[in-house]
T-cell receptor, first 113, second 114 residues
């Protein structure tokens, strides 16, 4: 039973446009949600996080929105750049010492110039 | 800082062979993790450690063992390799940052069992 779901395996957008990546979850006990970005042959790298008590967090071109009632979060990238082309993983954690992350399957974003 | 380093980068094993995947971090993080990623899937936790001498099972521990004798090192042992263990293995370490654990990942080890 997947606790974190990314239902879109892929997304293609043009450079300069907005990219919206979606994520749904089932466990209402999650305290934090994190987005990781992964390039081929590399490990995932942390992008942005949001606490379950917030509804928005912004960092430069990246904004994450959280809708707790719908158990849904989304990552907005504006404007999209070709270097943003990567696999994006949504992850969630319960806030305990050393708690591991629960990952979604990932969405592959392709930004064309 | 080198961050999290993993060796080897690639390995092909025959069924029944054993091997150890090495992981080292130089950030003095207490928490370390092993994940595996199968094609088209997210990362799944194999084992984790909250400090030297303390390890615990994750979601998919069968067929693996770990040890944590130092803060820096967290090796993953496969005793009897099976084709189902063909995967990419990621080691990670973390510290608590403002209430959540930001995990830092190594580059991965791609393992094929034939």
């Amino acid at each position: 039973d997947q606790q974190v779901k990314q239902n879109s395996p892929s997304l293609s957008v043009q450079e300069g446009r907005i990219s919206i990546l979606n994520c749904d979850y089932t466990n209402s006990m999650f305290d934090y949600f994190l987005w990781y970005k992964k390039y081929p042959a590399e490990g995932p790298t942390f992008l942005i996080s949001i606490s379950s008590i917030k509804d928005k967090n912004e960092d430069g071109r990246f904004t994450v929105f959280l809708n707790k009632s719908a158990k849904h979060l989304s990552l907005h990238i504006v404007p999209s750049q070709p270097g943003d082309s990567a696999v994006y993983f949504c992850a969630a954690e319960v806030n305990q010492a050393g708690t591991a992350l629960i990952f979604g399957k990932g969405t592959t974003l392709s930004v064309s110039s | 800082n080198a961050g999290v380093t993993q060796t080897p980068k690639f390995r092909i094993l025959k069924i029944g062979q054993s091997m150890t995947l090495q992981c080292t971090q130089d950030m003095n993080h207490n928490y370390m993790y092993w994940y595996r990623q199968d094609p088209g899937m997210g990362l799944k936790l194999i084992y984790y450690s909250v400090g030297a001498g303390i390890t615990d099972k994750g979601e998919v521990p069968n067929g693996y063992n770990v040890s944590r004798s130092t803060t820096e090192d967290f090796p993953l042992r496969l005793e009897l390799a099976a084709p189902s263990q063909t995967s990419v293995y990621f080691c990670a370490s973390s510290y608590e940052k403002g209430g959540y654990n930001e995990q830092f990942f190594g580059p991965g080890t791609r393992l094929t069992v034939l």
